[in-house]
């Protein structure tokens, strides 16, 4: 099954547009990464496409799954806080050592567009988290050390001009 990730109605998958973005969208379904140009072009040439056809539409493609992505991400952003786990899955590690992680569990890590998570193991446990994640929860324990109405930038605002202060009365 292939999703096409476009706003538009879906592409009739025996046009050569269809073709394409078909190809894109397995190709990145496998890999569990966005597909490369040349990735799809090979891809389209070894079913006797035209590879300026393929990456012309790659093109389309891309700007269209990166929009896409980034409307999930606006979303999972506006919306409330989703949940904090989901039902355990059984995930496969490729040969390679690659895991794909399903989107239901993406959503819930708050995995950004960049695709970039901090891992570590501890005890034998993965452990994976998202940037945007590990900031929020290292704002949440300063905040909670911080007095109210306390300016940490105006404290070092004050430090640093005392210095400059102290320096120029040498």
């Known amino acids: 099954m292939s999703v096409f990730f476009h706003a538009l ?15 894109a969208d397995e190709i990145t379904h496998k890999k569990g990464r966005m597909a490369e140009r040349g990735e799809v072009i090979d891809a389209y040439v070894a079913q006797g496409g035209n ?6 539409q790659f093109s389309h493609w891309k700007k269209a799954y990166l929009d896409s992505l980034q409307q999930s991400e606006a979303s999972v952003k506006s919306a409330p806080a989703g949940p904090r786990s989901t039902a355990p899955a059984q995930l496969v ?12 569990m993406r959503a819930a890590m708050q995995i950004g567009t960049d695709g970039k998570v ?9 452990h994976v988290i998202a940037p945007q994640v590990a900031i929020r929860r290292v704002q949440e324990m300063v905040r909670n050390t911080i007095p109210a109405g306390v300016s940490l930038a105006d404290e070092l605002i004050a430090e640093r001009r005392a210095e400059v202060h102290m320096e120029d009365a040498k």
């Open 9 to 23: 109605a879906p592409l009739d998958p025996t046009s050569k547009t269809g073709q394409v973005w078909q190809l």
């Open 51 to 56: 590879p300026n056809t393929a990456s012309t």
């Open 93 to 104: 590690i490729g040969a390679d050592g690659r895991v794909v992680i399903p989107a239901e």
């Open 118 to 126: 901090t891992a570590r193991v501890t005890d034998g446990e993965l």
